[in-house]
């Protein structure tokens, strides 16, 4: 039996073409007023050629989601990126617009984020890494900011900052536990200044959530100058504004809001740009990548963070809303691995052929394509095929979305890039064309935001009540008060299932979900509503990937995945 290659492997041996091609298929310019190249392979997309394209017509966006992720893999980029090349391959113009990977993961337990097998986007290892450097500058405009703080803090403090209610952390790009909880200032020229601080992970600041919503730099600056960071002795907001920090932020900002272009495997174009936290944000690319995608083809292909309870629910209620986008077709992917983990198979046994366990498990894959027609949307499900699988199995998937009278393809773009998933594309094209959908948002601007979140707990999380202590609901009141009750709100709990459980598999109902905190994003203008045990810095598992991530004698990089 042959040995499978690797995803590091198969990047390695591509046959990437120079990035000019690339955009020439898109009918981008050769001319340094259209872009910018960040080497052979990457270029970024300069907002002069972009302002050219206002008046051209949209093309179809087209949504990826998953069900509930398990341990066993789902393969949400992946069956992106080998969609989007299945579109090219049955002659419609596409690109692909994903999120950018974060270091945490890559170095943590979730690996990188560019696909897998012979549907990837490439270079694979700068992708994974430290890319054109958008991170760095996101991290360096945020930490910028919270200097600011604590030098006018040091300075006499003008503003007349409560300094227990700074609501701004640092953020950093990596994974580590230590630095959730810091003390500040304990010595030195500031030591009378002491106080608690704290770090997130770079992808859970809010600068990050804005520069994925913003249109251009002005609307970012202004966007930047909303950030609520702290709270006056008085009780009034304090805007990153009134620091002055808009400014110099937005410079910091000024190349990175460029969306970075590179390509597929198979030479077709892919926009990566951003990528907000699936949790603690919206968890998609930026909006200027995908209104870019749109004009410049026929079919966009993107995808948001997580399950589609998550991802898909936040990508429709937050990112369609704010940018205001009409998705003409979204496709859940399920694997018969991670159907069956919702069935109680544990991931050593999945192995073996089990129907049981498989029908058990369906009922996470109705629950989602249930939630995505209370948006007016017919879903698709993309069947991501595993050597492993079986006939029997597959079929099982089939006869239940025939059943519910929902389309489905099974793909194999892992195994056969484009050509595995002509199916799905055709599909995708079908529902594009008939244009049936009649696309409504879940709630109204208008409503509370508490009953936004109990709205959202009960009918996609089928919760039976949502509850928090005085405390948040007073807080939930401050915000209202200083107007921002019509904005959306970003739930951030557990991926692992529709409760605050980890471990309530399948689609648990009647359960409580417990608020932990909310947290306003005044810039990115969303209320981040925080359940259960979820975390804003992660920590790295016990063996992380950075264990085996290391240079070969040919100073080539193994490991990372």
């Known amino acids: 039996m042959a040995k499978v290659k690797s995803d590091i492997e198969i990047a390695r041996k591509a046959k990437m073409k120079p990035i000019g091609k690339i955009l020439a298929k898109i009918k981008v310019p050769d001319k340094s007023s259209a872009f910018s190249p960040m080497g052979r392979h990457i270029a970024k997309i300069n907002f002069e050629f972009l302002d050219k394209l206002k008046k051209k017509k949209d093309g179809k966006l087209i949504l990826v989601t998953a069900i509930t992720p398990t341990p066993a893999g789902e393969g949400k980029t992946t069956t992106s990126v080998g969609l989007s090349d299945g579109l090219n391959k049955i002659g419609k113009k596409s690109i692909v617009c994903l999120r950018e990977p974060s270091l945490g993961p890559s170095f943590g337990m979730k690996g990188g984020a560019a696909g897998g097998g012979y549907a990837q986007v490439v270079p694979m290892e700068q992708i994974n890494l430290h890319f054109t450097g958008d991170f760095h500058a996101i991290t360096s405009a945020h930490n910028l900011l919270s200097a600011m703080i604590d030098n006018h803090i040091y300075w006499g403090n003008k503003l007349n900052i409560d300094e227990n209610k700074i609501v701004w952390k640092r953020v950093m790009d990596m994974n580590d536990r230590a630095l959730r909880f810091i003390d500040i200032n304990t010595s030195g020229v500031a030591k009378d200044f002491k106080r608690v601080d704290g770090f997130d992970i770079t992808v859970a600041s809010e600068v990050m959530a804005i520069f994925c919503l913003s249109n251009d730099l002005k609307d970012l600056e ?17 805007y990153a504004r009134d620091i002055n920090a808009h400014g110099p ?97 544990e991931k050593e046994d999945l192995k073996k052929e089990d129907i049981s366990a498989l029908e058990r498990g369906l009922v996470n894959l109705e629950r989602h394509i249930t939630n995505i027609k209370k948006f007016g949307l017919e879903p698709i499900v993309a069947i991501n095929h595993f050597a492993l699988d079986t006939k029997k199995e597959v079929k099982t998937v089939l006869n239940f979305c025939k059943k519910n009278k929902v389309e489905v393809s099974e793909c194999k773009h892992w195994a056969k890039g484009g050509n595995g998933t002509k199916d799905l594309a055709k599909k995708v094209f079908k529902v594009c064309k008939n244009n049936k959908n009649k696309f409504n948002f879940l709630y109204n601007n208008n409503l509370k935001l508490w009953d936004k979140i109990e709205l959202i707990a009960k009918q996609i999380y089928k919760a039976n009540k949502i509850t928090a202590d005085d405390k948040v609901k007073e807080q939930l009141k401050v915000f209202e008060d200083n107007g921002h009750r019509n904005l959306p709100v970003c739930i951030a709990k557990t991926q692992f299932s529709f409760s605050t459980d980890p471990k309530l598999k399948g689609a648990p109902s009647n359960h409580e979900i417990p608020i932990r905190e909310v947290r306003l994003s005044s810039g990115a203008e969303f209320v981040v509503v925080i359940c259960g045990s979820i975390m804003t810095m992660p920590g790295l598992p016990r063996k992380p990937a950075a264990d085996t991530i290391k240079l070969n004698q040919k100073g080539q990089i193994e490991g990372l995945f």
Do not use: W
Request: glycine share 10%; proline share 4%.
């Open 249 to 345: 932020m937005t410079v910091l900002l000024k190349e990175a809001i460029r969306p970075n272009v590179t390509q597929t495997l198979e030479n077709n174009p892919a926009i990566i740009h951003g990528g907000p936290f699936a949790n603690i944000a919206h968890g998609c690319n930026s909006v200027i990548a995908t209104k870019t995608a749109l004009k410049l083809s026929d079919y966009v292909v993107t995808e948001a963070g997580f399950g589609a309870d998550l991802g898909a629910e936040k990508f429709l209620n937050i990112k369609c809303r704010k940018a205001g986008l009409t998705p003409s077709c979204v496709v859940i992917v399920a694997t018969i691995r991670a159907l069956k983990m919702h069935g109680g198979v």
């Open 222 to 238: 202004k966007r930047i100058g909303n950030i609520t960071f702290a709270y006056d002795k008085k009780g009034s907001p304090l």
